[in-house]
Each structure stands twice: as C-alpha cells, then as structure tokens.
C-alpha cells in the first residue's frame, strides 16, 4: 500500500504559486551538468570499450559488464530527459544540440521523443486525453466492453513478461525508428536524422569488429536500460491511489501531486536513476534539473505528504491493470471482476484532492 502523510496544501493560486516555490531550484547550474556527463556518458562509452575487449575473454563476462553499462546509459537517459525539458542548460540551443547527441547515443530521436513526453505532462492523468506518451490504460468499463480478443490483448500488452520483456525492443529499437507522414517537418527530419545517425554509425563499427561483436556489444545494455526505464516510467504513474479523472474534473496540480509516485529507492539506485523517483517535483516544475529534485522535495514542506512508494512497493506495481471509477484506483483484473462492496470502506477510499483554493477537500469516488 501506498505510505501516506499529511494531505498535501496546494499554494494558495495553484501552479502559478508552486512555480514561486519551486523557482529556486530551477537554475541549471554547468558545473554540476558536466560533471553529470562526466559520471554518465562518459563511463557508458567506456564500458562499452570494456565489453568489446572482454568478449576476448568471455562472453559471460562481456553480458556481466552490460548490467552497469545499462546503469549508466539510464543515467544518460536522465540528462536526454532533461534537456527535452530545457532544464539541463540556460542555452535551448544547448539543450537541443546535447538532447540531439545524446539521442542518436540512446537510439531515441530527440525532437519526436520531446514532443511526445511534452504530450505526456500536459495529460497525466486525464481520462479524456490518454493514448501519448503514457502506458495504456483502459477502466474497468472499457476492458469489460472489449470483445474476447480485445480483452486477450490488453493483458498480453500488460503481462510484465511482455511489457518489459518484449516492450524494450519496440520502445527503443523500432518505435523510434517509424515517424507519422502527418508528422511536422522538425520531428520528421529529428527522426529520419537519428536513423541515419544510426545506420553510420552502426555500420561503420559492424564494418570494424563485426556485426555479431556489434550487437553483443550495444544489444544487452540498451534493452535492460530500456526495462528499466520502462518500469520506471510505470511505477511513476501506476500506482493502486493514482490519478485519473475525467477531463472536466481534471487539474493539473492534483495530477502532479497524487498522480505522480515519489519512489523511495536505495541511495546508490536513486544515483542511477537521476533522482527521478522524484517524479511529483518533476511534474510540478519541469524545468528544475536532476540534481535538484531532491533540494527541492526537501525543501517544501508541502511535498511531504505526496503518494510515496518503496522499492518493493514499486516492484509489485505492475499487477494494476485497470482504473476502477467506482473504486477511485487501480484494481488487478481479478479484482475487475467483482463488483465494488458498498460496505467496504477500502473499497471506497476518501482521497484528499490538492485543490486551487489552498483548502484540502475530500473527494468522494463516483459510482456505486
């Protein structure tokens, strides 16, 4: 269950007054950003050197040197994830120059990817606008209006087996790689560039070493990092008292608050992940950098009481499936199955809801 704290205050004006709050931490400091590059890219690419040497010695060895090389391409992942937020750097330039690097570096092509996560943080949480840049998500309603082969699919896209095992090879190397024709001309070029990059690349190295000593070499990293950040990404916003309502209920504070986890993780964990366990700070202001989503969690004393998880916690995550609008959370598809308990109080949980007015209201799930 989700630990809980004191009902979160909004500031008395809503976002506007968050950002007030917030403001102090969303200066990018150069110092600290070159020294998250020096503690990122810089160890990924030699891993990456290591491994090559290794396979001279054991392939066995070679994989074992991709688990911290995925550690630190999900930590260059972070400063992608911060400069398509124009946090990382003062300069955009900067940020699109590094974001762009970096994006041919995660196989990600850096403008489509910005649009899309943009996408994402105007809509978290809006049952209404669903379906960019977020994790499919039907309601009890829906899943049960789906036909037998609708309802098979949906739990095969979210079976864990197949969404982090599988879901790494279409999240990094073949969604990236397709573009829409309806695709502005920047995204369209962004994408094509990448692949192009890519393709350069790549070839020139399977040119160099060989293409069975390429993929063993780029392959494992980038889809364990790719499963990583998609579990990630998942217990960011798939938590059993997350967020959901209906777009002329919806709020973007309360979004930002209750919708986004703040995932507890083992020091060394959090160092790799770029402090995005943080991930109501960083809905609520995406421009502070990683370096200060900590500083800033810390620092507000209305950000204490904010839906927080543990790693264990996090890990068991993935067995809500669907969001349940007479419950007001997430259930498991067991739980779909059974009608809400008018007598349950558990299953009617009074939510605090973080409003504009500074007040906490209590919001009484909809529904039977």
Same mark, same amino acid.
């Given at each position: 269950?989700?630990?809980?704290?004191?009902?979160?205050?909004?500031?008395?004006?809503?976002?506007?007054?968050?950002?007030?709050?917030?403001?102090?931490?969303?200066?990018?400091?150069?110092?600290?950003?070159?020294?998250?590059?020096?503690?990122?890219?810089?160890?990924?690419?030699?891993?990456?050197?290591?491994?090559?040497?290794?396979?001279?010695?054991?392939?066995?060895?070679?994989?074992?040197?991709?688990?911290?090389?995925?550690?630190?391409?999900?930590?260059?992942?972070?400063?992608?994830?911060?400069?398509?937020?124009?946090?990382?750097?003062?300069?955009?330039?900067?940020?699109?120059?590094?974001?762009?690097?970096?994006?041919?570096?995660?196989?990600?092509?850096?403008?489509?990817?910005?649009?899309?996560?943009?996408?994402?943080?105007?809509?978290?949480?809006?049952?209404?606008?669903?379906?960019?840049?977020?994790?499919?998500?039907?309601?009890?309603?829906?899943?049960?209006?789906?036909?037998?082969?609708?309802?098979?699919?949906?739990?095969?896209?979210?079976?864990?087996?197949?969404?982090?095992?599988?879901?790494?090879?279409?999240?990094?190397?073949?969604?990236?790689?397709?573009?829409?024709?309806?695709?502005?001309?920047?995204?369209?070029?962004?994408?094509?560039?990448?692949?192009?990059?890519?393709?350069?690349?790549?070839?020139?190295?399977?040119?160099?070493?060989?293409?069975?000593?390429?993929?063993?070499?780029?392959?494992?990293?980038?889809?364990?990092?790719?499963?990583?950040?998609?579990? =990630?990404?998942?217990?960011?916003?798939?938590?059993?008292? /997350?967020?959901? $309502?209906? &777009? *002329?209920?919806? %709020?973007?504070? !309360? #979004?930002?608050?209750?919708?986004?986890?703040?995932?507890?993780?083992?020091?060394?964990?959090?160092?790799?992940?770029?402090?995005?366990?943080?991930?109501?700070?960083?809905?609520?202001?995406?421009?502070?950098?990683?370096?200060?989503?900590?500083?800033?969690?810390?620092?507000?004393?209305?950000?204490?009481?904010?839906?927080?998880?543990?790693?264990?916690?996090?890990?068991?995550?993935?067995?809500?499936? =669907?969001?349940?609008?007479?419950?007001?959370?997430?259930? /498991?598809?067991? $739980?779909? &199955? *059974?009608?809400? %308990?008018?007598? !349950? #109080?558990?299953?009617?949980?009074?939510?605090?809801?973080?409003?504009?007015?500074?007040?906490?209201?209590?919001?009484?799930?909809?529904?039977?």
């Amino acid at each position: 269950m989700v630990e809980r704290g004191a009902p979160t205050a909004v500031p008395a004006d809503g976002q506007d007054s968050w950002r007030r709050v917030l403001a102090p931490y969303a200066e990018p400091d150069l110092g600290l950003g070159l020294r998250n590059i020096a503690t990122a890219v810089v160890p990924y690419l030699l891993l990456l050197l290591a491994i090559y040497f290794a396979l001279r010695i054991s392939t066995l060895l070679a994989i074992a040197l991709a688990v911290p090389a995925a550690g630190f391409l999900l930590r260059t992942f972070i400063i992608f994830h911060d400069c398509a937020h124009s946090s990382f750097f003062r300069s955009k330039r900067a940020n699109a120059l590094v974001g762009a690097v970096l994006g041919v570096v995660l196989f990600m092509p850096f403008r489509s990817w910005r649009h899309k996560h943009a996408v994402h943080h105007a809509t978290a949480g809006d049952l209404d606008r669903r379906g960019v840049g977020d994790i499919h998500t039907l309601t009890v309603a829906e899943y049960r209006a789906l036909s037998r082969r609708g309802r098979l699919g949906y739990r095969l896209f979210r079976n864990p087996f197949v969404m982090f095992g599988l879901g790494p090879l279409w999240v990094v190397l073949v969604g990236p790689r397709i573009v829409s024709l309806s695709a502005n001309r920047r995204i369209r070029n962004s994408v094509l560039g990448t692949d192009l990059a890519l393709v350069l690349i790549g070839g020139g190295l399977c040119w160099l070493v060989g293409w069975q000593t390429f993929l063993l070499i780029q392959v494992p990293a980038l889809l364990l990092s790719g499963a990583i950040g998609i579990w =990630l990404f998942y217990v960011q916003h798939q938590f059993e008292s /997350t967020y959901w $309502e209906s &777009r *002329e209920s919806w %709020n973007y504070d !309360d #979004a930002a608050l209750r919708g986004s986890s703040y995932l507890k993780l083992p020091r060394v964990l959090q160092w790799f992940t770029g402090n995005i366990g943080f991930h109501h700070v960083h809905h609520l202001s995406a421009r502070i950098p990683n370096y200060n989503l900590q500083p800033a969690h810390d620092g507000a004393a209305q950000l204490q009481g904010v839906p927080t998880l543990s790693l264990r916690e996090g890990l068991r995550a993935p067995r809500w499936k =669907l969001w349940d609008e007479g419950r007001g959370r997430l259930v /498991t598809f067991r $739980e779909a &199955r *059974e009608p809400p %308990n008018a007598g !349950d #109080a558990s299953a009617r949980p009074l939510r605090p809801t973080a409003s504009r007015t500074g007040q906490t209201a209590t919001q009484q799930p909809s529904g039977p």
